[in-house]
């Protein structure tokens, strides 16, 4: 008999609550009853948004590790509340456990949630745990407040906005390569490989990002999280504003340990920073009057101008050297189906 069939569904729940230590004061009750009770604050509104890892579509347990994989759980779902201007509150979990998944690989899992749920003020209130007959599955829904005056949406975008990025792009992508690959002679430093991998394993959500865009002056127009790949995520944009882009492939921001690996590899980097996906970082778009008088603020979140909003709409072009327009015929990014 092993460890959880020991325990049984409700001992594991004990197990878990006095495992979880972080604490949100939106949570009024938590874990141990039928409903978590949440408390908003002042005049804000709910945002809610839901998250579904698959083992074996989403992730690979031969080179993630719970931990990782707890944190990462919770990364992507704050990512998700950063993109609408949110801050995200408290978290509810539903599993589906192989009865072959050991004991203490569920607690290094709810040890990496317990501790992006620490770095994000995210309490874990509840939740579901059931049998799976052959995956892990895991599911999370997340609750967060967003200002009604400064929330963000993929629609509002406009012809001659000025559309930023946060961080670097490719990285995930490249780092997801990497682990698919990993008998391969790759040409590089080992700490190179380390954070390019890193990156895909444990991505950061923007959520700090997020909060000082939020609490600006700034004219965002629309804004969404980069998961897909940048160019499909922009496609969503333009779809909900009823516009078009155009894109700088020059000015895509790019990690030192990235150019070096690919570089040295002789890798696509527009195949990774267009197509990529996972990289979690925030894509929106900005009043063209309001981004010159707002340097400082744009290099403290370190966000990068890679493009503009063209008034043709649902179409994507790719500013070529010598200026020329590439229209972007395929949008390729990850889809499930």
């Known amino acids: 008999m092993n460890d959880l069939k020991k325990l049984g569904e409700f001992g594991f729940i004990r197990k878990i609550q ?9 949570v009024l009750t938590g874990i141990g009853d039928d409903c978590a009770i949440l408390s908003p604050s002042g005049k804000n509104q709910f945002a809610v948004t839901t ?12 080179w993630t590790s719970a931990n990782a994989l707890g944190e990462k759980a919770i990364a992507v779902n704050v990512s998700d509340i950063s993109a609408m201007g949110g801050k995200p509150t408290a978290a509810l979990i539903s599993l589906g456990i192989p009865s072959n998944l050991p004991l203490k690989f569920l607690q290094q899992f709810y040890k990496g949630l317990d501790s992006a749920c620490k770095q994000y003020n995210i309490e874990l209130c509840g939740g579901d745990t059931v049998a799976s007959k052959k995956h892990f599955f895991i599911n999370i829904v997340l609750l967060g407040e967003t200002n009604a005056q400064r929330t963000f949406y993929r629609s509002g975008a406009k012809a001659g906005d000025l559309i930023f990025v946060t961080g670097t792009l490719g990285d995930s992508a490249l780092g997801l390569k990497l682990l698919k690959s990993r008998r391969k002679k790759w040409i590089a430093k080992e700490r190179d ?11 950061t959500a923007r959520l ?10 700034l004219k965002i127009t629309s804004m969404i999280d980069v998961s897909d790949g940048l160019l499909q995520d922009l496609q969503h944009i333009c779809q909900s504003s009823n516009v078009g882009a155009i894109i700088d492939p020059q000015t895509i921001p790019q990690s030192k340990p990235f150019q070096r690996v690919s570089t040295a590899n002789r890798l696509s980097t527009r195949e990774l920073t267009f197509y990529g996906g996972e990289d979690y970082e925030l894509l929106f778009t900005l009043n063209p009057q309001n981004a010159k008088s707002v340097k400082n603020l744009l290099q403290e979140i370190k966000a990068s101008l890679i493009g503009e909003i063209s008034p043709t709409p649902n179409s994507v072009f790719i500013k070529e050297k010598g200026g020329k327009l590439k229209p972007v015929k395929k949008l390729k990014g990850y889809q499930h189906f």
């Open 18 to 26: 006095k495992q979880m230590k972080a604490r949100s004061p939106h």
């Open 193 to 203: 490989l380390n954070f390019l991998k890193k990156r895909h394993l444990q991505p």
């Open 208 to 217: 700090k990002e997020s909060r000082i865009l939020t609490l600006s002056s």
């Open 51 to 62: 998250d579904a890892l698959l083992e074996g579509v989403h992730f690979n347990l031969s």
